[in-house]
């Protein structure tokens, strides 16, 4: 993802054998910093106006979390708190200038993901956005100007993609595009 103010960006790498960890550089390519260390898959950051960065740990396993780290690598905060049969790691996005983090969550009991939001303050209070029978929302991908909101969605029966766009705040659906199959 792209800082801000588009000087850095920041990306997960597997530089060190413990494991994925998060980095950023100028966009020249050189500046690297390290802003995480350890074992498991850190993956997806998403860089805030307010200079935090999202991320998935430990990633690619049950109960994933969304945490956030300053871009300088300090302040490391757990945000989402699933549980065992939950997982947080369909996406995820900022919005309210950085204030507030949109998620997909999915569920193990019901096989299917849906829409989240939570403050940034790690209280752990979530709201569920979407509650569709038979659809999982994901990818969840907030507009520049803060007002909407993009996800992918799946039918499960019958199978098909669908874009689908929400105002942000009162999470109304505004429009769903079809997708052509492949």
Known sequence: DISPNADRIV????REE???????????????????????????PRWAPNDLIAFVYPA???NAQIWTVKSD????????????????????DFYAAGQQLVFSRYDRASRKTDLYTTSMDASGSVQRITQTPDISETLPAVSHDGLLLASSAFYHTPSRFTLRIFNV???????EINLPPP
């Open 11 to 14: 990306f997960a790498s597997l």
């Open 18 to 44: 413990a494991g994925q960890n998060l980095y950023t550089m100028n966009l020249a390519g050189d500046d690297l910093q390290q802003l995480t260390t350890g074992v498991g898959q850190r993956i997806r």
């Open 60 to 62: 690619y396993s049950q």
């Open 73 to 92: 690598g300090t302040e490391l905060v757990q945000v989402t708190f699933p549980t065992a049969m939950e997982s947080d790691d369909g996406g995820h």
């Open 169 to 175: 705040g009162s999470w109304t659906m505004v429009r």
